[in-house]
């Protein structure tokens, strides 16, 4: 009975460990849903851009979008990134420096239509 359960755990951790992976949207980026919506960050050079999509992959509009803020912590510093909305459905700031392997990205935004988008994202 030992066996059969190690051998079963072995077999699932394959798996357990692909499920955790971030998928990558079309723009490159990880992806992360929030409440029915995704969300994908794309960081390049000191540019920080987010695309929003509702669940059928279809662009959510930014325009209207209130307090959208990117919290950064990086090289153990954090900083407060205002975000303005860019159409059809993106939410752009300006990074202090380009983001460094480890940094941490936090996303709030309130949607035009009241609800909240929020995610999370750690860079490699």
Same mark, same amino acid.
């Given at each position: ?12 951790? &394959? ?13 490159? @980026? ?28 279809? &662009?959510?509009?930014?325009? @209207? ?10 090289? @153990?510093?954090?900083?407060?990134? &205002?975000?303005?909305? #860019? ?5 752009? @700031? #300006? ?7 480890? #940094? ?7 949607? #035009? ?12």
């Amino acid at each position: 009975m030992k066996h059969l359960i190690l051998t079963l755990a072995i077999v699932a951790a &394959p798996l357990g460990a692909t499920a955790h992976e971030a998928a990558k949207g079309p723009n490159g @980026g990880p992806v992360a849903d929030s409440a029915g919506h995704h969300v994908e960050m794309v960081a390049t050079g000191t540019e920080l851009t987010l695309y929003l999509t509702e669940g059928a992959d279809k &662009p959510l509009a930014s325009a @209207g979008a209130r307090n959208a803020r990117a919290i950064v912590q990086d090289g @153990g510093r954090t900083a407060t990134v &205002p975000l303005q909305p #860019a159409e059809p459905n993106r939410l752009v @700031g #300006a990074l202090a420096q380009p983001l460094g392997a480890g #940094a941490r990205v936090v996303v709030s935004a309130t949607m #035009a239509d009241g609800h909240t988008v929020q995610a999370r994202f750690a860079t490699n």
